[in-house]
RNA sequence: GGCCCAUUGGUCAAGAGGUUAAGACGCGACCCUCUCAAGGUCGAAUCAUGGGUUCGAUUCCCGUAUGGGUCACCA
């Protein structure tokens, strides 16, 4: 460069930035290398306040956190609210506060709503204006940015021409018509008020290649960069790439941490980290979530599908551990392999590799999480069961929650069911959300409710084909079991005065014999309990009938059932 | 359309130049059964495709197809 224009290089710079002081050195005082141990990774979630935390985000969120964690590094958060446009308020609120909900809290950075913790600040970058200033101006003197003066319109044309003519869009080379614009007419057109954006001037060309080390997915090669992006908008604040390349410089960042949309802009981050003389932090690009539409699959999209807001999740009721867990086997399905060696080990024991991420994107598999969760859930004891429910529905489903506490001692006695000390556990709860339509017949006011909304489910009973029940059937069955219940025999005993009952009455006791001699009976010991049991709890498959006609207690069983004869 | 990434059962996937190609979810059957569950056992089901390289390829290379992503003063 030669010394005339190196001169003019920092007029201009000067003439654009005339309040920045500081320099790239100073920031490199002010911010200096993190004194870390050896390979300690220093992650960031970097959302936009757009709204809600996205399932994707919740998945990148869990890997920055896990890899800091893991190396003994940091987490943390910084806003990117360059875009004024879009954000929507509320949004830093609420997905802090979901970030907590899933344990992800970040140790660093924006740790709630206007809340900031750390040395490497702000973490806002709307409040970082001067910081990408004091980078651009050094860009501009050193002749690798330039203002451009092109309107929208004038960019608009150009790329229309250039997709007419099958040439790859963008501005760059002869296209970039304000990089190649004097400098002394730029200096002219800043002093006369024209307005104007920050562009970086690339010394790349994208008929040559480059290539990158992602952590998980090994050697990427792609087109260098040869764009002429923009750093700084018009409204004086920096473009996701420029923020991207200063932060976490600045932060010093390790690993960043993005979804595989990301590859593609790769080489634009390179060419700024070169262009600033900034090392590259390790780049991990994580395979994107996806959700079946018809015949295909998707990226899992904000608009169309519930499960892409991490509310969706604890709406239902899912134990947020269930859904990190789920999370953790799309990182490294060898967790599910871990986990079962190590059914009582907390999640944090098992270290993620990187290089074993898949790299193709995976479905989201509800049956998976159900699956996941149900076990997990299994798990708990009665009390921690309640307590979770209470928690949850006390932010989701009031009415439940008020059902519940109106007599606590009660309500624990029947999540107690087939579970405390139980040598088979019942495996009944999937989300909190089911917790109603499992266990409503417990409370009189949702088993009246159930039964004005859907009728007795003798109807059903009495659709399957095997069964020879109608009405009178199940009258003489209830009629005589009533008069034979006695609420203060033993299981043994209550369970061989029903077996007695129902062989009296043609019902076959022995399920072996049964299968191959139906003809012969009604129908089996199976079918008989069943009639007992619609007839306490109005569904089909609930815990052990004999508890729950105990814990439900005399009268409430001996009503309950008089009415389901009267119904008949 | 250019570029990038991907492709092992319905789903998540392990795997190595020669394997009976793990495991999990789901599905089915059977067993158990003192109801409903749970549990146990077994089973069906996969290397997208064409060409190389090789004694041998699902594994390595190239093409094709398919899917996804990306091409803004959005991130």
Redesign the pocket.
């Known amino acids: 460069m030669d010394k005339e224009y190196e001169k003019k290089c920092y007029e201009l710079a000067y003439l654009i930035f005339p309040d920045i002081h500081e320099t790239v050195e100073d920031l490199e005082i002010r911010y200096p290398e993190r004194n870390l141990p050896e390979g300690a990774a220093v992650t960031r979630f970097?959302?936009?306040p757009t709204g809600f935390l996205h399932t994707g985000a919740l998945f990148t969120s869990l890997v920055d956190k896990k890899i800091a964690s893991q190396t003994g590094g940091v987490f943390f958060l910084r806003i990117?609210d360059?875009?004024q446009k879009?954000e929507v308020k509320g949004s830093v609120e609420l997905f802090t506060k979901e970030l907590k909900d899933f344990d992800l809290v970040p140790q660093e950075g924006v740790i709630a709503e206007g809340k900031e913790v750390g040395d490497y600040g702000p973490y806002t970058q709307s409040k970082r204006e001067d910081i990408y200033k004091i980078c651009a101006k050094h860009l501009i003197e050193k002749g690798l940015a330039y203002p451009c003066f092109?309107?929208?319109e004038m960019?608009e044309k150009s790329?229309e021409a250039q997709t007419a003519n099958?040439v790859?869009?963008?501005?760059y080379g002869i296209y970039a018509k304000c990089r190649n614009i004097s400098i002394d007419e730029s200096i002219e057109r800043v002093k006369n008020g024209e307005?104007f954006?920050i562009r970086f001037r690339s010394m790349g060309s994208h008929l040559k290649k480059i290539s990158f080390m992602d952590a998980a997915?090994g050697k990427?090669?792609?087109?260098e960069n040869d764009q002429d992006v923009?750093l700084i908008?018009?409204?004086g604040?920096p473009?996701?790439?420029f923020a991207h390349v200063v932060d976490d410089h600045f932060m010093r960042t390790t690993h960043v941490v993005r979804g595989?949309?990301?590859?593609?802009?790769t080489p634009i981050h390179l060419d700024l980290f070169n262009a600033m003389g900034f090392v590259t932090p390790i780049y991990v690009h994580v395979?994107?979530i996806?959700v079946k539409?018809g015949n295909?699959?998707?990226?899992l999209s904000k608009r169309k599908d519930k499960e892409a807001a991490v509310a969706y999740f604890l709406k239902a009721g899912y134990p947020t551990e269930a859904v990190l867990e789920y999370l953790y086997?799309?990182i490294n399905?060898?967790y599910?392999?871990w986990r079962?060696k190590n059914k009582t080990l907390p999640r944090d024991e098992f270290d993620i590799k990187l290089n074993?991420m898949?790299?193709?994107?995976?479905?989201l598999?509800m049956?998976?999480l159900?699956?996941i969760s149900r076990e997990l859930i299994s798990k708990m004891s009665s009390q921690e069961v309640l307590d979770r429910i209470l928690a949850w529905s006390k932010i989701y489903d009031e009415p439940l929650y008020q059902i519940l506490n109106r007599d606590l001692e009660y309500s624990l006695k029947i999540f107690g069911l087939?579970r405390d000390h139980a040598t088979?556990?019942?495996?009944?709860i999937i989300k909190w959300e089911d917790i109603q339509e499992n266990f409503f017949y417990f409370f009189d006011d949702l088993y009246q409710e159930s039964i004005q909304n859907e009728g007795y489910q003798f109807d059903c009973l009495r659709q399957e084909e095997r069964m020879k029940l109608n009405c009178d059937v199940v009258r003489d069955v209830l009629e005589k079991y009533l008069a034979i219940y006695d609420e203060n025999a033993d299981?043994?005993t209550w369970?061989a005065d029903l077996?007695k009952l129902a062989a009296s009455l043609s019902f076959c006791t022995?399920?072996?014999f049964y299968k191959q001699n139906r003809d012969k009976y009604i129908g089996s010991?199976?079918d008989f309990?069943?009639m007992i049991?619609v007839a306490v709890t109005n569904k089909?498959?609930?815990?052990?009938?004999?508890s729950i006609m105990q814990l439900l207690g005399k009268d409430r069983v001996v009503s309950r059932m008089k009415e389901a004869i009267n119904h008949l």
């Open positions: 970097a959302p936009s990117e360059t875009d879009r092109c309107t929208p960019l790329h099958k790859v869009p963008g501005y307005k954006v997915r990427i090669e792609i087109a923009v908008k018009s409204d604040l473009t996701y790439h595989e949309e990301w590859i593609p802009s395979p994107l996806l539409d295909s699959k998707r990226k086997t799309l399905s060898d599910e392999i079962k074993r898949s790299s193709s994107g995976s479905l598999d049956m998976k159900n699956d087939e088979k556990i019942r495996k009944d299981k043994e369970f077996k022995d399920m072996k010991i199976s309990a069943t049991r089909k498959n609930t815990p052990d009938i004999y």
